[in-house]
């Protein structure tokens, strides 16, 4: 156990529709990280914020948007859902910012759209 | 621009084999360095990691990796397989710069008995 935590586990919707994952990091960790596991496309990082800033962009879509509030947790909200955002998100919690950290990573959210 | 390539995809080997799962990266600098891994339907571990000084690192379970400047490589070992490495295994170049992770395709490990 990683000590972060994501809900839901899975999440069933349909195209078009909008849905919001929950992160919440390790007790102590200053930085949230978002991912993206596809069969086609790997690992993708797409968003971290720090201690309530967004810090790194990756390749998330415009459709995707992402915050930390000040009890540090995390939401990543995807709208608009293409039946391609099928996928495993993943948060990882790391304590600081740099890249050296560490990262933990929850046990992932399944998206599936249909 | 930053990459990390893991050229095999997928990987068999025996129980009580050794290993050797291939990372090549390309990166300005010395990037920092890390080796996860992920059973199936779980989230990622990190074995180990690379920053500086010796260049040989241990890990957990028994994992090793060995960073080659000349070769851009940091290659994960192991001397002896158990069957419960059976499992997905990814590199990462972690940039000090721009606070980025890039992950490797992974290489899926089977294990056979």
């Known amino acids: 156990d990683s000590g972060v935590t994501q ?14 994952l929950r992160c919440s990091p390790r007790s102590g960790d ?17 968003i971290q914020y720090y201690n309530g800033e967004e810090r790194a962009k990756g390749n998330i879509l415009e459709r995707f948007s992402a915050q930390q509030f000040p009890d540090l947790h995390s939401e990543l909200n995807l709208s ?35 | 621009a930053q990459s990390v390539t893991q050229p095999d995809i997928h990987i068999t080997v025996s129980e009580g084999a050794s290993l050797e799962l291939r990372c090549n990266y390309s990166y300005g600098a010395t990037p920092y360095l890390f080796w996860y891994v992920q059973s199936p339907g779980q989230g990622l571990q990190l074995l180990l990691k690379y920053f500086s000084g010796d260049t040989l690192v241990q890990g957990i379970k028994g994992f090793e990796a060995e960073f080659k400047r000349s070769q ?3 290659n994960l070992r192991k001397p ?34």
């Not at chain 1, 809900?7 to 919001?20: D, E, F, N, S, Y």
């Not at chain 1, 200053?30 to 797409?46: A, K, M, R, T």
């Not at chain 2, 419960?84 to 294990?111: H, M, N, Q």
């Open chain 1, 30 to 46: 200053l930085s949230v990280y978002w991912y993206q596991q596809s069969l086609d496309q790997g690992l993708q990082f797409l």
């Open chain 1, 80 to 114: 608009s859902l293409e039946l391609g955002d099928s996928a495993l998100y993943f948060c990882a919690s790391s304590p600081l910012a740099g890249g050296q950290d560490t990262q933990y990573f929850g046990p992932g959210t399944r998206l599936t759209v249909l």
């Open chain 2, 80 to 113: 002896s397989v158990h069957w419960s490495d059976a499992a997905e295994y990814f590199c990462a170049v972690g940039d000090p710069g721009t606070y980025k992770y890039i992950f490797g395709t992974g290489t899926r490990l089977k294990v056979l008995a």
């Open chain 2, 72 to 74: 851009s490589s940091f």
């Open chain 1, 7 to 20: 809900t839901p586990k899975h999440l069933i919707t349909a195209t078009g529709q909008r849905v919001t």
